[in-house]
């Protein structure tokens, strides 16, 4: 019997490989479902995209990416009827500016810069899952940060999500030993204020406080301008000095504040006013379940917030399900952090 050549191109394991290489569309689950508590007063929780898909997909997706959100659909089973709870649901997210982007590129260069120091001589230590994770804002925690579902609603497993540590070299002494006393230990976030107590740093924040800026008045005009000797030799009339001094104070300062922390998403702005609204929603009796369209997710973090705005039914809990695009990165569509 004479011997067929098999072609590769007809192999299925040969087009497997083929479609795993590097930009290729990647198998992936791109939903995540959740479930959140609502109550008058107002709940606050937290998503961490990366760290959830990291779970369901059992591979490591970097945190340091922006995330293509498509929709989110929110499901109120217990809200029907008279007598039901009218809910206010607002979705926010860093900022999308240069100052976020650049911010997050500063603050994971001196990340990498730092542990360098020890990797260069070291490199086996350093873990296989190694990434630079940090917070949306310094009051996300463990405790308020949602955790994703399976399809019978029961959390998923965790495995290790370990945020980013920045050790700060310490000068000080000890008075009573002599010795140096041992080295602080910061997490980061993305914006908002420092907490100094829980040693939290906001990236933003120290973005700004690490760059010049631009003069409060620029160009900065000589008084004598209106009476200077050039500008007598051209004037034709009584126009000039009045014309000088208008083309002098028009346009001279910025049109943003010099103020210190008013950079997007800065210290300046307290509690969520350091984040951007992408939605605001809605839910009553009258439209129970809701689709929220789709945005731009920094680091793949988003804050949610449920205020129940007419007080019946007190608290209770709504579903949501967070739809990710389809992309080349791990399956999904996200483009690295940074300009």
């Known amino acids: 019997m004479a011997y067929v050549k098999k072609s590769r191109s007809r192999d299925p394991s ?21 479930q959140m508590d609502y109550s008058v007063g107002g709940v606050t929780r ?11 997909n059992r591979r490591l997706y970097r945190q340091g990416m922006q ?53 260069e001589d070291n490199p086996s230590v350093q873990g296989k899952w190694a990434d630079y994770k940090i917070n949306l804002v310094e009051s996300q925690a463990f405790a308020n940060t949602l955790v ?16 980013s540590v920045y050790v700060v070299p310490q000068h000080d002494v000890d008075p009573a030993t002599g010795e140096v006393k041992p080295a602080e230990e910061w997490t980061a976030c993305l914006a908002g204020s420092d ?22 008045v620029a160009p900065n005009v000589p008084a004598a301008l209106p009476n200077s000797f050039y500008l007598k030799l051209t004037d ?39 984040l951007t609204l992408q939605h605001r929603q809605i839910i009553n009796p009258f439209q129970p379940n809701a689709n929220i369209a ?18 019946q039914g007190t608290a209770g809990k709504i579903d949501i399900l967070i739809h990710l695009v389809p992309g080349t990165y791990n399956g999904i569509l996200a483009e690295r952090m940074g300009q």
Not at 46 to 56: H, Q, T, V
Not at 78 to 97: F, H, K
Not at 195 to 216: C, F, H, M
């Open 148 to 163: 994703v579902q399976d399809g019978s609603g029961a959390d998923y497993p965790a495995g290790e999500w370990a945020k």
């Open 46 to 56: 937290y998503i961490d995209i990366m760290a959830d898909m990291s779970k369901i």
């Open 195 to 216: 907490d100094v107590p829980n040693k939290i740093v906001s990236l933003i924040k120290a973005y700004e406080e690490s760059r010049a800026t631009v003069q409060d």
């Open 236 to 274: 034709d009339g009584s126009q000039d000095p009045e014309l000088a001094a208008v083309i002098e104070d028009a346009n001279d300062q910025p049109p943003y504040s010099m103020v210190d922390g008013k950079y997007p998403g800065g210290s300046g702005f307290t509690g969520s006013s350091c």
């Open 294 to 311: 789709g945005f731009v997710a920094n680091c793949g973090l988003i804050e949610l917030n449920c205020q129940n705005i007419a007080d």
């Open 67 to 119: 995330v293509a959100v498509g929709s989110i659909t929110v499901i109120s089973d217990a809200i029907s009827g008279p007598g039901s709870p009218t809910l206010d649901l607002q979705v926010r997210t860093a900022g999308n500016t240069w100052v976020t982007q650049n911010a997050w590129t500063k603050g994971y260069a001196l990340w990498r810069q730092m542990n360098k120091e020890v990797l």
């Open 14 to 34: 040969y087009r497997m490989k083929k479609n795993k290489k590097k930009g290729s569309l990647q198998p992936a689950i791109t939903t995540l479902r959740y």
